[in-house]
């Protein structure tokens, strides 16, 4: 009785540490989904996506609705189709949230998680005039490419010019 009462207080504080840190881990991912879910071009928000997989896999219903957020997210839509893409991606990722909810034990609709999402104006400026920079990049530097063949022409005829001017007056 000396050594098995120990012996078996640690290991109940053990599986109760290992308990709590795997729902705190679990927690967490939910808690990155729900701050960055407006903006899921986010880094936080693809890490806890991809985590999701390490966290609840044991969850049939989190695995199943986190494929269907992944083929939604991947799927391209026709031209015209975007908008109503962009809607099923909403609806998608909202499930995918309620269903994290719900393994967790925690209360919340799936019209409580859609509708509540907060993104600030400033916040989304910010964030388009940056995509907007991101995706100029490649005429940016075909710009610069073509200004550069442009000026290495016009050197090479400068120089030429110089070449051809120094054998006449010799």
Avoid at 105 to 127: H, P
Wanted: proline share 4%; hydrophobic share 45%.
């Amino acid at each position: 009785g000396i050594i098995i009462g120990p012996v078996v207080a640690v290991c109940i504080t053990l599986a109760v540490e290992h308990f709590r840190r795997r729902r705190d881990e679990r927690t967490h991912v939910l808690r990155v989904l729900l701050a960055t879910r407006a903006t899921p071009a986010d880094a936080n928000y693809n890490g806890a996506i991809n985590l999701i997989p390490v966290y609840f896999n044991t969850s049939k219903k989190v695995m199943a609705a986190w494929r269907n957020y992944l083929d939604a997210v991947r799927f391209k839509p026709v031209p015209g189709d975007e908008q109503a893409h962009e809607k099923r991606i909403i609806a998608k990722q909202t499930a995918l949230i309620f269903s994290i909810m719900e393994a967790l034990n925690l209360k919340l609709s799936e019209s409580e998680i859609q509708a509540e999402a907060y993104i600030s104006g400033g916040f989304v400026t910010r964030d388009s005039i940056y995509i907007a920079s991101l995706q100029a990049m490649p005429e940016i530097a075909q710009a610069m490419k073509r200004s550069a063949d442009a000026a290495e022409g016009m050197f090479g005829l400068v120089s030429g010019q110089k070449h051809s001017q120094g054998h006449i007056e010799g």
